[in-house]
């Protein structure tokens, strides 16, 4: 995942963190990918002072997913579903070619153990 990807993401989650010109700055930077120069201007604070507060705010957003972690648990939840979508597919494609009833439910014990961890997340 691109660094500019995961801060977007980062800022989806935790952006109320930042004040609402850190939140403005780092929009400017990632989302709607000013340069520094562009951002001073239209912020009016230095070149400097732009660059000084996206690092800050960078850092900020990092350590909330440190001691949170809500995209760590959000990746982690959407690869047992996408496990689970497989998995209900492979069923029902056995199900519709009238396969043994054991390769079923081996998938339904796959399914069972993903959505045990998904509970437990």
């Known amino acids: 995942m691109s660094k500019n990807f995961q801060i977007a993401e980062l ?10 010109k850190q939140r403005e700055t780092v929009e400017f930077y990632y989302n709607d990918d000013l340069s520094l120069g562009e951002i001073a201007e239209n912020t009016g604070i230095s070149r400097q002072g732009v660059r000084d507060s996206i690092k800050r705010s960078e850092s900020i957003l990092y350590e909330a997913e440190e001691k ?5 648990r959000a990746k982690e939840q959407q690869t047992i579903l996408d496990t689970i979508r497989e998995h209900i597919d492979i069923i029902d494609d056995l199900n519709i070619r009238r396969y043994r009833s ?11 153990a993903e959505l045990k961890k998904l509970s437990e997340l």
């Open 11 to 20: 800022l989806d989650l935790y952006g109320m963190l930042l004040t609402d």
């Open 68 to 72: 949170l972690g809500l995209m760590r």
């Open 102 to 112: 054991d390769t079923i439910n081996e998938s339904i014990k796959v399914l069972l």
